[in-house]
């Protein structure tokens, strides 16, 4: 019964697009509107008790397991772009980095990237500011998007 509350208590720090997105129970959905508004203690921890209640006729699993997805996009998108940093930094420093990416992503545009790297290099040589170092890494999110 305390897991239940304490899970209405995760719902109630959440957005209401968040929240919609969860296919509530109305009776659940205007107890967690209705706990956002009071401010007192007291009032508040009853609030969260009834919540509590309501959970019980509500299938934890699929709220916990949506909660944990939200939880964990950040950690994803974290993954994502430090793989593309990766990418862009081997493209850079290894001669057959182009042909392994090529390899590992059939879509990507071979000539355009080699093209870019070839600028980046340019850049650098010539202490301009990087441009092109900029639009590989664009490139490079595009392609793993």
């Not at 959440?14 to 296919?23: E, K, S, V």
């Not at 850079?92 to 042909?99: P, W």
Request: net charge positive.
């Amino acid at each position: 019964m305390d897991a239940l509350q304490d899970l209405g208590e995760r719902l109630v720090e959440l957005d209401a697009a968040r929240i919609a997105m969860l296919d509530l129970p109305e009776p659940l959905l205007e107890a967690l509107r209705a706990a956002r508004r009071i401010t007192q203690h007291e009032a508040r921890r009853r609030q969260l008790q009834f919540i509590g209640r309501l959970m019980r006729e509500v299938d934890p699993a699929p709220i916990r397991e949506r909660l944990r997805r939200w939880a964990d996009a950040p950690n994803a998108e974290k993954a994502r772009l430090h793989l593309v940093e990766r990418w862009r930094e081997r493209l850079l420093a290894e001669r057959g980095a182009l042909a392994l990416l090529c390899d590992e992503r059939p879509g990507a545009d071979r000539d355009g990237l080699a093209a870019l790297i070839a600028e980046v290099h340019a850049e650098r040589a010539h202490r301009e500011p990087p441009r092109a170092y900029r639009e590989l890494y664009r490139s490079l999110n595009r392609l793993f998007s």
